[in-house]
């Protein structure tokens, strides 16, 4: 078993490969591009600088949109800015809808404009499905509850791991896609590690996340050719057996110990 084969995101019935890709980090377009040829079709979305935009105009014009997953994410606190952020992500990008918009960051619950009017963005076909990411573990299966979201973006690491049994598994048919594999990069420094232990490679960390079934997709966010090669290499990689996965828990276990972002 690799990890080449795509999983339905949740009932969104939406096909997405295994490695989703995030914008704001400086990949070039030619990255993003090569990763879609490899079966990395959800692309997340942000404003800052990123070859993703040339990307999904040239992925589109080669008649492709179809077998691409948008996502755009709003951190908008104001129901108006939030179709203002949206309108403005599908101008830029060149296309008519989202596959997916995410209320973002919300720690939480999201104000109820603002979820009203991600529905009815969604009833006027700006957006196909609606989704929230946050910080908070236990908030995802209260919004799970309420119908309204298709998907959550929750943060999975191996030194963040709450999320597998808090969140996961009362999620119903909700997909899940997961972020900060490496820990902001934690994960990946020698000066971060147990004692005599070799840290592991970020193809490490995405084999690890992704070796939990509770999700469909790993987010990784390449800064150049070279970084995306190197997730890549995560797509013709097996599932970490249980002696792996319990090496990067006590690699976790260490890095989560010292000072945390949140």
Not at 22 to 28: C, D, I, T
Request: overall charge positive; aromatic content about 8%.
């Amino acid at each position: 078993m690799t990890f080449t084969e795509p999983r339905t995101l949740g009932r969104t019935g939406l096909s997405v490969g295994r490695l989703g890709l995030g914008a704001g980090y400086g990949a070039p377009a030619a990255a993003f591009e090569k990763a879609f040829e490899r079966g990395c079709n959800y692309f997340y979305w942000t404003s800052r600088k990123s070859g993703m935009r040339e990307a999904i105009r040239s992925i589109c014009g080669r008649g492709q949109r179809d077998n691409l997953v948008v996502a755009v994410q709003s951190y908008a606190r104001s129901a108006a800015l939030m179709e203002i952020s949206l309108a403005r992500a599908l101008k830029s990008l060149a296309i008519d809808h989202a596959d997916v918009f995410l209320l973002g960051w919300h720690n939480k619950a999201p104000a109820q404009r603002l979820i009203d009017r991600a529905l009815d963005m969604k009833r006027r076909g700006m957006v196909r499905f609606i989704g929230m990411s946050g910080h908070q573990r236990p908030l995802f299966p209260r919004m799970a509850a309420t119908g309204d979201f298709d998907l959550f973006h929750i943060r999975y690491n191996a030194a963040h791991r709450g999320a597998a049994t808090e969140a996961f598994p009362h999620l119903g048919d909700a997909g899940v896609v997961s972020y900060t594999a490496t820990r902001w990069g934690h994960l990946l420094n020698p000066k971060k590690m147990p004692p005599g232990e070799k840290p592991p490679s970020s193809t490490d960390c995405y084999r690890f996340v992704l070796s939990q079934p509770g999700i469909h997709a790993c987010l990784c966010g390449p800064r150049d050719m070279a970084q995306m090669d190197a997730a890549l290499k995560t797509l013709d990689s097996p599932p970490m057996d249980d002696d792996e996965q319990a090496r990067m828990r006590t690699i976790g276990d260490h890095v989560h110990r010292q000072r945390s972002f949140f």
